[in-house]
């Protein structure tokens, strides 16, 4: 932590800034300026309230000096994280793309869906058993009976399987069924949920929240791995913005960001971040371009009677043309899809 | 809903999405200008995803012409909802202030802090037993221990407590304790917890999310209110912005449009709205100023050594002098504190 | 400035960036720590680009330690700014109003509204006669023959006259009717034009950008001040925001850092920042209670015939009992109306 | 326009609506549903402020039908607007990259990245002379200097110039040295500047503003196009969100969208969205891949000494090895760079 006196602070107030620091646990580095002093504050404190310090008389400004994540921090483990499941590794050279219905609605959706997935050469079927909704009046998924219709077509084409859990009590049950565990945006932040998420020996999948910095997001990935889980990957699924136009605004950005801060696998979802089918094709294009490792997508065989997220559910057509066109791309920056 | 066609859509598509609207159930109004075509689709649906018929051809643009909360609405329910417990009656003239900590620490700062909340004529004692922190390297709470010390030390000086529940496993704990329950901005949209709330013969008092709309907000309202629980405290807590100098922006119109878009009582809490102490008098005469029902306050002994956000809860002086300056500001507006 | 190195920096790294920071003009204060190296770079440099130091090899991050602004901060003029014109003297005890209409639309219609203006007590007339519309197709204004009317009608009953500037070469015109020229949200950056006022021996009331960041403000305010110009009024009229049910979010928290970071006086705008009559009194309400210098209000005999911006004008008769509740907010927190 | 009446409105209310809305020269359609009555207002008026409507007593809400956007609107233009300047045509199949300094610092400066220009293929040199700049202490450009410069560098290799353009008064001067007209982000809602420039028989390139929604984005183009000049370059340069991690949040998805609501072509400049040079590339991939029609580029010889932007400048080695990687990209979606 650095802490910045103001111009005219006080040598009383100087001091008594340093013994506050000293009793905080802080070794204390001080620097006189002409017109400024500066106290470097040394000690590994990740939860720290710097305002604990900006509040005290003389005092300027304060800097935390450290990220407040050490575990998913690429400064401390310098390679790739490559998450390895069956005959799939993700984060490696290789780009994989997980696509299924957003909700799993019967035995012959599911089952025409892996079809697709499979034909298309992908190893990862997604699909809602559970469904958060921001309207109680909405759809709520399956349950149980969706995850057991998951599983089993996902076995007849020898699949893994992602599907999202939205509550603690949910996890055994899940557990069964699942290959990878999704938290969806709005549980970004759910910690008691995200925390026992840590004690699976399955990876966890975690969404970007709405409106999370970079961050804030590696934080909640912090308590994941804090906890003993150390298959995270991270999912950019497009963060709220003033733009009316678009769902979400598709943060693709946050692809060479995350690779440069962190050792965990990236990947995309464009369906949720646009909303409409027609930005999927460009936008999926633009995030295999940016470097992500792998891609999440919605299909879906008769996307106008879906019951969630219908209109941003590729054709199975669609999809497989465009699984074409990426496989093009990724070769044209040095990958595999 | 009201669909308008493009200028130039054809009959044949005009029929057609009057077809598909009648298939999801809808009755058609139709009316034929010259340049436009505008389809009224009547029948309840609060549920309906728009974009199902938005990406349908020929179609311009959809409108949803109902609000997607009933039971939180005004034209509902058009009399105030008022909260009774005890001898405080939430949501009516009367302004009430909830003070206390933001962590439960020790018997006897719970204690002497429930004093100062007595002594200002205030009714509601606040502390957190189980605190969500964005790093899992912070301090987490006290649990029932603390639980236990704010109930005795509310009942000592004839107080209602209030104080957080952060997952579905926690309530049946907390409902021995509190009075109560407080829903964190980050759970605004936990829906298998809102949804279990509703089950819940004690009121909720819901914060709002960090980047929510107030529709958003007054959905997860809807949650608490549809599964049966009628007593809903809505609380502006601050959302986020670009601006760096506050914590979050503290969003005082909410408080106005609350009012008049629904019929539960809403209140303030500018400690964590704006983060730091010399902010909080400020914003309090202006909730107060604006017509909040009541206030949230952070105050604390010893705020430099307080376990979470010490920075911003007011000392016990500042807290009483402050109420005195509210009580002239709500007689100034016609009500009483 | 302050430099944080990356914990396993080297020291020819170190050595490195020392020089470079030596190259670009500053002093250097080196502290080793165990696990970190922090430069202090000290030199006043107020338009450094810090990322010129943060993309250097074993860098880190990279701290500004100085406010951008200097003759806008508190830190540099302690005592308030007084503006005085004629018998007013804006950011003293004192609360002013500005009224009127949002365009000047005829010679009857802005006397009346002077008229109403007087009589409320208040010395400030407001008018556009040159008004920023986002459509080509929307009415621009009476131009010219507008200041003449506002002029008149103003002189008519003792008022002062602010009226807005848009582009340089009105100023010369504006100047011959104006007290006070404000500039529009949408202008707060454009450099030219607040560069050209830093001239101009008139005060200057600068709105704050839709999206501005107090900083950025402070930093318009500056070019005015640094140009020559020492009377600048602030101007919050709510900052963009994910929420619908309001045109802006009102800011209020902006007037109490205002005041603690500078020493300009800061008014605000209810009726621009929500857009709704309904929702203009109890934020005025907020507004004083708040600490602002003074408001702004819309005021029209006629809304629904205005030329622009009827929905958020008061009627003569609200507003006249809207300023006699202000005045007993005002000596409820010590100031005078 | 759309207008729902409240469901309890009473029958006089709704004729009184009716009438008004004949007075504001509108058409009725009226449609009555069990619950609710449906006005259809039909009438062309592009600037009608709904809010007129929408504070009428019985009404619950308004919406506007027609996008306020006519001559940059593809159902106005159905065929992509494709603008030539000597060898290039900007909008048609072939992609084009306009690259050079932030600013022109030197004759030698400007001279030597012309030519790494040149050697690329592309065509088009940019550079600033008017530099518009936060600060009043920063560098400010070269002015008419700097014009002569890059014209001199571009003649000498055949390149286009584009350079940008801060105020009115500054039109004829850069007219006589430039080929393309730059609109910066902060003036985008400049209404007077950009209304001249309508005039102007050069193509205008117009970047998005910080934390402008496309569709302000396209009114602001329709000033342009309203005024007399038909081409239009739109341009993203990111947008303004809560990630700290980048300098802005290059809104990709604004490619497609644009696409669809316009026929301006639209170019992206990652230099400006991300701020950091090891950035630039993943997101130029990307932009490329999202179906923009050119790339803005900064590039620069000796970055550390750049006077403006220089973290985010590429390395003519860097930048040549870039558009034979996007080459490869634009190929794949069957498109030519």
Not at 87 to 97: A, F, R, S, T, Y
Not at 110 to 118: D, F, K, N, P, Q
Not at 161 to 168: A, D, L, N, R, S
């Amino acid at each position: 932590m650095v802490v910045i006196m103001e111009n005219n602070a006080s040598d009383e107030q100087i001091e008594l800034v340093k013994k506050q620091l000293e009793d905080f646990g802080f070794q204390i580095h001080e620097s006189r300026g002409v017109q400024k002093t500066i106290l470097g504050a040394i000690g590994v404190q990740p939860d720290f309230d710097t305002r604990k310090v900006s509040i005290l008389d003389g005092v300027s400004d304060v800097y935390r000096v450290t990220n407040p994540y050490k575990l998913a921090n690429r400064s401390f483990k310098e390679d790739d994280t490559i998450i390895k499941m069956k005959d799939v590794e993700l984060g490696g050279n290789k780009i994989h793309i997980m696509a299924g219905p957003c909700s799993i609605e019967s035995e012959d959706q599911i089952y025409r869906l892996a079809e697709v997935v499979a034909k298309s050469g992908m190893k990862i079927l997604r699909g809602g058993a559970f469904k958060p909704r921001s309207s109680p009046y909405s759809f709520q998924g399956l349950g149980e009976e969706g995850l057991k219709l998951i599983r089993k077509a996902a076995d007849e084409f020898g699949l893994l399987v992602i599907t999202e859990v939205m509550q603690i009590d949910q996890i055994e049950l899940i557990y069964k069924y699942t290959d990878i565990f999704q938290v969806g945006a709005r549980n970004m932040q759910n910690f008691a949920l995200i925390k026992e998420l840590g004690n699976i020996d399955k990876p966890i999948m975690l969404k970007r929240g709405l409106s999370a910095q970079i961050e804030e997001w590696l934080m909640s990935a912090e308590y994941i791995l804090y906890n003993g889980n150390k298959d995270v990957i991270l999912c950019e699924r497009g963060i709220r913005t003033f733009e009316k136009y678009t769902r979400n605004t598709f943060d693709l950005s946050a692809i060479p960001v995350v690779h440069k801060k962190s050792h965990l696998p990236i990947i995309a979802d464009p369906s949720h971040a646009t909303g409409y089918r027609d930005q999927v094709p460009p936008m999926a294009r633009a995030a295999v371009a940016a470097g992500a490792d792998g891609l999440m997508l919605e299909i879906h065989h008769d996307p106008a009677n879906a019951k969630s997220d219908g209109p941003q559910a590729l054709l199975p057509e669609t999809y497989l043309k465009l699984v074409e066109e990426l496989r093009i791309i990724a070769k044209a920056i040095g990958r595999e899809l």
